[in-house]
């Protein structure tokens, strides 16, 4: 069974740049195949999908993220991390990472994140 897990502060201040990283548990973020994303929720609106990385390393963003939006991958701790940097308020959201074989199929259980002074 795959297991997603989220981490990362639950607040961030305006223009600062938000850092959240999943760990996955067992499965390999090497597995072929499969993609590592970052899906979010803003209050009272529906999932956005903001990137993936590949199991290759290859990675795919949002164009309307893209310009400030960053996904890494540290294979030794089987983590993969996103930046999303000079943030507003609007960004406020709850943020997910799953993982895509047949479709989104595990997900983490999500981490809110606040964007405030």
């Known amino acids: 069974q795959v297991q997603l897990q989220e981490s990362g502060p639950g607040l961030v201040k305006p223009s600062q740049t938000l850092s959240l990283t999943c760990t996955v548990s067992g499965g390999s973020i090497t597995t072929s195949y499969t993609a590592w994303g970052w899906i979010r929720q803003p209050p009272g609106k529906g999932l956005e999908w903001m990137g993936v990385?590949?199991?290759?390393?290859?990675?795919y963003y949002s164009p309307s993220l893209k310009s400030r939006t960053s996904i890494s991958r540290d294979t030794s701790e089987n983590q993969f991390s996103l930046q999303l940097e000079s943030v507003a308020p609007e960004d406020t959201a709850v943020y997910y990472c799953?993982?895509?074989?047949?479709?989104?199929?595990?997900w983490g259980q999500g981490t809110h994140v606040t964007v405030s002074s």
């Open positions: 990385i590949h199991y290759d390393g290859t990675t």
């Open positions: 799953a993982r895509a074989y047949n479709g989104y199929d595990y």
